[in-house]
């Protein structure tokens, strides 16, 4: 996730808090005692928590949606049919998940044809939303909802035409990962099942609609369109988008949806697609998807990327003009395998999806880009992960979580997930060999196709296929370490890059003598280096700092997102009210929440930054997804000001420097 979830560098302060409730109810301990290596803890069937379904009694086989898209009352209105298997005799209920829709009716297709079924729709629950209870007392094949989503629906974000980059159409897409699918469709909201799904979509005829499926390149504008998706996927891959919207090949299975006056700079900025995806199925096996298209969506996109099978979901905001945040690509892609193809069962084994994820992103990325780049990735991600994993409850710390932690679909994805999911495929890659770790993985990937798997079954998967075939070269306690305890082990592998002591060496020489490194080395510096260099920066500076690196530099009104994410931030507590008009314009314009959580949350440390916060909010809300719009309201309720910041002196600063960690 995505995809999807966007969070991989990033634990906002609000997050914390909800992980340690969910620490506080935890019990037991997993990790047995004398296990053979890679064995997991004895626990009960896997449940998902944040889904109401019943999928031991009843699964969804395929889904065929009639649905009218309403720009002005902002609503999806029509039916789901589902084609159900009954797996438990004895079952007489279909359980569905729902959050905030109207439910008209609900039908079973009998020998009779469509006959009304008795339902329930229990009260709301502020997280899982209402319990959507049908009695099928002759179980039947088919059931039929007729719904219609609210306004208000948290996996929805409709745009007017001034939001756009255009600016001449409205705009709708969804977000459903985690579990906010059941916000425009009533279904079974779990990661555990897996169906095929069609489509018939009517609209206004001037907008384009797309979907999760089969969208043809040269698809015209008509008002309905249908769409079909043959393989089986779980609902929170479930994605329909809406707008001015235009098509440009990247290759033959390759490119690129976007509004007319975006796509041209995407299709540049993206062309190597087609190179990550042969270098993925020369590492991991065929694309099993058809084609491969991504759609570039408003600034407003919560998330970096979605990765939503045949349609990545893609933020502009990594559209910068030299191919310097194309890993977002290559992480996306990569969940054509890891997460579309072979999905976790649910949010506690998320690392299964963004763990792997990572690691073959970096794959890629070190195939077409060289290994220099994908260390300087691995060194960014794994010190922000030091710096976010210090401060998380030591339950949320372990890849898989704890039996009996309650945890928010959401926050299961933290970078733990990502980063030190991939730290541990790295350490297995270095221990049994590259050549060794990438047939095993090929192996996966091969053995799970278009199943939902838990921690269980990949550590039962890796004991066979991995850690009995070369014996003695981990050991159980390192594996049980890696996946059940907290922190980082004292097994990882570290990465160091030869770019980043360059970096290093300047930030260091600028702190003692307050002169900035010669331009012919500083012209050089790729995103990568520009934003070691300012992670590595003390907490605060003084403003003739400040002001000489924005003189030398622009930070101030940058493009980059990433580099904004850092350049405010530190502004902001170092009280340099110079980029206060840039920092609003940006937050208020951009709607990735990893981008703009990390301002907003120095923003609300002090009383005059609360009040340029909620400022920015008022003007920015229209414009938010519902995700970032809760998230920041969050935030700023919470907020526990101190007065105005007093930055340090220069030579306070340049004394409480000390190197950036090598990892």
Partial sequence: MRSKLDIRRFLP???????????????????????????????????????????????????????????????????ATYTLQWKDPSATQLVLDTRDLTIEKVEGETANGWQPLQYTLAEADPTLGSKLTIETPERNAK??????????????????????????????????????????????????????????????PDVMVLMSADNDPAAQRTGEYTFKMPQKIPSYLMAIAAGDLVFKPISDRAGVWAEPAMVDRAVAEFADTEKMIEVTEQLYGPYRWGRYDLLILPPSFPYGGMENPRLSFITPTVIV????????????????????????????????????????????????????????????????????IAGMPEATQALAVKPGTELDADDALSAVAYDKGAWFLQFLEQRFGRENFDAFLRGYFDHFAFQSVTTEQFLAYAKEHLFDKFPGTVTDAEIQEWIYAPGIPASAPQVMSRNFGIVDSARLAWLGSGQLPPRQITDAWSTQEWLHFLDSLPPT??????????????????????????????AVRSGYTQANEALAEFTARVGRRKLI??????????????????????????????????????????????PAPVAPAATDAAADEKPAPAN
């Fill in 143 to 204: 059931v039929r909802v007729t719904y219609k989503t609210s306004p208000e629906a948290s996996g929805l974000q409709w745009l007017t035409p001034e939001m756009t980059e255009g600016k001449q159409l409205p705009f709708m897409f969804s977000q459903s990962q985690q579990i906010h699918a059941r916000s425009w469709v009533p279904l079974q909201d779990t990661p555990a099942i897996r169906y095929t799904y069609t489509a018939r979509v009517t609209t206004r």
């Fill in 321 to 388: 003009g030299d191919k310097s945040l194309v890993s977002l690509i290559a992480h996306e892609l990569a969940h054509s395998w890891s997460g579309n193809l072979v999905t976790f069962s649910s949010a506690k084994h998320g690392w299964l999806n963004e763990g792997f994820t990572s690691y073959v992103e970096n794959r890629i990325v070190e195939s077409l880009y060289g290994k220099e780049v994908s260390d300087m990735e691995y060194v960014i991600s794994r010190n922000a992960l030091r710096e976010n």
């Fill in 597 to 642: 959580m990390p301002i907003y949350t120095a923003l609300v440390q002090t009383e005059p930054g609360l009040a340029l916060a909620r400022q920015i909010f008022e003007t920015a809300r229209p414009g938010y997804h519902p995700i970032t719009t809760g998230s920041v309201e969050a935030l700023i309720a919470g907020a526990k000001p101190a």
């Fill in 541 to 570: 500076l003084t403003i003739e700092q400040l002001a000489q690196l924005d003189e030398a530099y622009g930070f101030t009104g940058t493009d980059n997102g990433e580099i904004a994410m850092r350049w405010y931030p530190l």
């Fill in 13 to 79: 302060a609000l997050l914390l808090a909800m992980l340690a409730v969910g620490c506080q109810r935890e019990s037991g301990d997993p990790n047995p005692v004398n296990a053979a290596p890679g064995s997991a803890p004895a626990v009960a069937a896997d449940r998902d928590e944040h889904s109401y379904a019943e999928p031991d009694k009843v699964v969804t086989d395929d889904l065929a949606l009639d649905i009218a898209l309403d720009f002005d009352a902002r609503t999806i209105a029509g039916t």
